[in-house]
């Protein structure tokens, strides 16, 4: 079974989700590196891949809504190369508009507090990057 890594990738944090069967996601862990240390940030990945044994990773890909693609996707693109290099695995680039707010909007529903709002966003938008990739795969 193919075991899957989702990324929301930030300038001073990835968020990572994991599915270990490849139908549910959920959370796993907030990387935090040194803002702009991008080669810092893969290499913290390029651990986790190892430590679980991943096989593919999704990438969220920030786009406009007009379909542009900006510095962060840019960004987004240049990770990607380097985590290729570095792992020698799949890496998916995967559009995450809105995930960030699918995200913050479900906290809110569930009444987090503000400060768990802050530190788990990140965890929650790879995690809906991952799962909108796997229910696009599943259907």
């Known amino acids: 079974m193919k075991r899957y890594l989702g990324l929301d990738l930030g300038s001073k944090t990835v968020g ?15 990387i935090r590196f040194t803002e702009n240390q991008y080669e810092e940030a893969a290499n913290a990945v390029s651990s986790l891949m190892k ?45 995450e508009r809105l995930s960030t707010q699918t995200a913050r909007k479900a906290m809110i529903y569930g009444s987090e507090r503000r400060k768990t709002q802050k530190d788990k966003k990140d965890e929650l938008a ?13 259907a």
């Open 51 to 95: 430590e679980h044994q991943i096989d593919t990773v999704i990438l969220g890909l920030p786009k406009h809504m007009n379909n542009d693609i900006g510095i962060r996707g840019k960004i987004s693109e240049s990770f990607k190369v380097l985590l290729e290099e570095k792992t020698n695995k799949t890496i998916i680039l995967w559009d």
């Open 16 to 30: 990572v989700a994991i599915s270990e069967s490849g139908i549910i996601a959920s959370t796993l862990t907030t």
């Open 126 to 138: 790879a995690v809906v990057i991952l799962q909108n990739y796997l229910d696009y795969k599943g």
